[in-house]
């Protein structure tokens, strides 16, 4: 199975910084399509997951564009570049490359 | 538009088999590159994938669960079902259902989740 590893599990943020958040795999997500098979999503409270950014760096339909995601291999980073308070939840990594898919182990995003 | 919403037992004990349906609608499960998934999340705890099954009826399972789980899709009624059987307390926790898009080639929209208790 690949591994999925975040960095940090918790990051307090203020509105209007910008932020950051760590995803590595213990294999390569790049497929031979030239896509890197990784996914960003958010868990706000009490909701369900919702897909941010797609093979790693495309934004989902909605997302403003504060979000990004970028990275190749086994190295991945998910930027806010201006953090507004609706962004506060859990974020996950995810690799969409092979099954089992698997998360890493979420970071919790709150108010500094 | 495409909604998900997932239905089932509130309260299953320990040794049953646990049967959950996602009702759907806004797209095909016989459209090339569309597929469906579950995943569950213990309370508190991170997310984790448990099947998938593709428009060609191509079925992925986690494989530490593979032995308890079976996918059943109903084109006609729009329906994905996921069954779990020896049910241990272990297994409480949040069950999402999810569309897999042929474009993103992921989990792009998702069900508001099934609360699933073991107890006895």
């Known amino acids: 199975d690949i591994v999925m590893t975040q960095s940090p599990l918790s990051l307090p943020v203020i509105p209007g910084e910008p932020a950051s958040i760590s995803c590595r795999s213990s294999?390569?997500?790049?497929?031979?399509?030239?896509?890197?098979?990784l996914n960003w999503y958010l868990q706000k409270p009490g909701q369900s997951p919702q897909l941010l950014i797609y093979?790693?760096?495309i934004r989902a339909s909605g997302v403003p564009d504060r979000f990004g995601g970028s990275g190749s291999g086994t190295d991945f980073t998910l930027k806010i570049s201006k953090v507004e308070a609706e962004d506060v939840g859990v974020y996950y990594c995810m690799q969409g490359l092979q099954s089992p898919r698997t998360f890493g182990q979420g970071t919790k995003v709150d108010l500094k | 538009q495409i909604t998900l919403k997932e239905s089932g037992p509130t309260l299953v004990k320990p040794t049953q088999t646990l049967t959950l349906t996602c009702t759907f609608s806004g797209f095909s499960l016989n459209t090339h590159g569309v597929g469906m998934g579950w995943i569950r999340q213990p309370p508190g705890k991170a997310l984790e994938w448990l099947a998938l099954?593709?428009?060609?009826?191509?079925?992925r399972y986690s494989p530490s669960l593979k032995s308890r789980l079976t996918l059943t899709k109903d084109t006609s009624k729009s329906q994905l079902v996921l069954t779990m059987t020896d049910m241990d307390p272990v297994d409480t926790g949040n069950y999402f259902c999810?569309?897999?898009?042929?474009?993103?080639?992921?989990?792009?929209?998702w069900g508001r989740g099934a609360l699933v208790t073991v107890s006895s």
């Open positions: 093979l790693g760096s």
């Open positions: 294999q390569s997500l790049l497929h031979s399509n030239g896509y890197n098979y």
């Open positions: 999810a569309h897999y898009g042929s474009e993103t080639e992921t989990f792009d929209y």
């Open positions: 099954i593709y428009w060609d009826d191509d079925k």
